[in-house]
C-alpha cells in the first residue's frame, strides 16, 4: 500500500520539495508520484521530526489503546443471532426481550434502536438486532469486530439449510464461538437430534457428544427454553473472560446511523471501552461532534453508557457509517482533526483503492507475507463440482501456500459472498456459476476476484500456477 510522495507530502503539511530532497540523502531517489514503502514513510517522517506510525487497517479499526491490567472490570457479553430464513431469528429476540419483564408490561416493550439488553441472574447481556451474517460481515469488513458470541437458530422441523451453513463458516472465518439455538421444538416434525447430527458435518459438535458447542432446545415462539439459552451464553462468556476498562474515555463502533428529519444525526453506537457522557467530544469514523443526548434500548435517556452498552446519540454533525470506530477526545480541537484528517486518507484511500490478493498478484503478495495462505470461496451448480475440487486441492501441495475454504456451496455468486471474501482477503472461484449484477458490482468496488470455471482441471491448474508465480494473465 503506502502513500506516494505527494500524498505524504499533503498528510504531513510539508512541501513535497523537502520529502523528495530526505529521499534522496537516505539514498532512495522518488519522485513526487513514486509510492514509498511503510518503512520509508515512518524513516522519511522521523528524519523530519514527525512521529508517524503507518498502520495497517486493521490497526487503524481496532484502536489499540493499552489498559493496565488491573483497570480491567468485566463486561457483558455482545451477541449476534445467525440462521437461515424463517429459523426464527426475528422470534427468538423479540422472545428475549420479553425475558424478566412481567406479564404485563409485556405489550408496553417497543424497540427503540436497534440493540437490546436482557438481565438474567443480575447479569448483562447484550444483542444486536440486525441479526444475519450479511449486517455481521460487513461489519468486519469494515474493521469491527462487534461480536463476542454468535447464536446459531436452526429450525428443528427443517434442519440445516443453505443460510445456517453460511452463518457457521461467516462466524468461523471470524474466530467467533458458537452457541446453537435448536428452535421449534414444539412443532410436531420437530427433530432436535437430527439438526445435531447434521452440524457435525460442519465442525459444529455438542458438548454432550464431545465436542465444543453448546446447544440449547428451545421454542422462540412458546417461550421454552429461552432462559436456559441465555444462561449457556453466560457460560461461554465466562471461558471468554470479556474484560475492557470503564474509567477512561470512551471508544466503540457505530451500529447503525442515519439522518431523522426532526433530531438531526442519529448513530447507534457500542461502547467497548470507557464510559461515554453526555457532553462528550467525539469522532466516529469522518462524523464529529458533542453528545447532545443518549437512549438506552428502551428509548430512555441516560447520562451515561459503559462498556458493551448499546446507546442511540444524538449530536454528531454528519452521519457516520456502521461499523466505523468512535472515539471520545478530551479536547473538542483534537476531535475535530481527527475528523478532518480521516476525510483526507479516506480520499487517497479512494484513489489507492485497496486491492486484495488475486491469484495473479498471489506469488507477489505472499512472498512478504509471514503466514502464507489463500483464502478460497466456492461457489457451483452441483455439489459434485465442489467435492472435487476439495479432493483436488487437498492433494495440492501445501508447503508453500496453505489453501483454506473459507466457505463452499451450491448456487449463484452473491454479494454476501464478495463481502466475505472482502471481510476475509479471499478470492471467489465459481463453477458453472456466475456473480449476479449486484455481486459483480460488489468486488468491482472492493477488489475483490471473482474467477468462473467450467472444468475443474483449468481451476486447479490456474490455482496451482498461480502457487509457485508462473500463472499467465487472463486474455
Ligand atoms: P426469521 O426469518 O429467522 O427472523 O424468522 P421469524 O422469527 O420471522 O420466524 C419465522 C416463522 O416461524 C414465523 O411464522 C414464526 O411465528 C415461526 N416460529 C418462530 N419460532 C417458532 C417456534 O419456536 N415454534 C413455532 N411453532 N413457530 C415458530
Redesign the pocket.
Known sequence: QGATVAQLAELLGVPANDIIKRLFLLGNPLTLTESMSDDLIELVADDLGRDVKVMTKEEENSFTFYDDPKDLKPRPPVVTVM??????????L?AIRHTGVAEGEAGGITQAIGASQVKINGRTITFIDT?GHETFTAMRARGAKVTDIVIL?V?ADDGVMPQTVESINHAKAAGVPIVVAV?????PGADPTRVRQELTEYGIIPEEWGGQNMFVD?????H?GIDNLLEAVLLEADVLELKANPDTFASGNVLEAKLDRGRGSVATVLVTRGTLHVGDALVAGMAYGRVRAMLDPKGNPVETAGPSDPVEILGLQSVPMAGDEFRVFQDDRDARDLADQRALKARIEEQNRVKHVTLENLFDTMADAEVKELNLIIKADVQGSIEALQDSLDKMDQSEVRINTIHAAVGAITETDVTLADASNAIIIGFGVRPDAKARAAAEREGVEIRTYSVIYKAIEDIDAARIGMLKPTE
Open positions: 440462521g437461515h430464513v424463517d429459523h426464527g431469528k426475528t422470534s427468538l423479540d441479526p437458530i429450525a428452535n421449534k421444538i414444539d412443532k428451545i421454542s422462540a415462539k412458546k421454552i
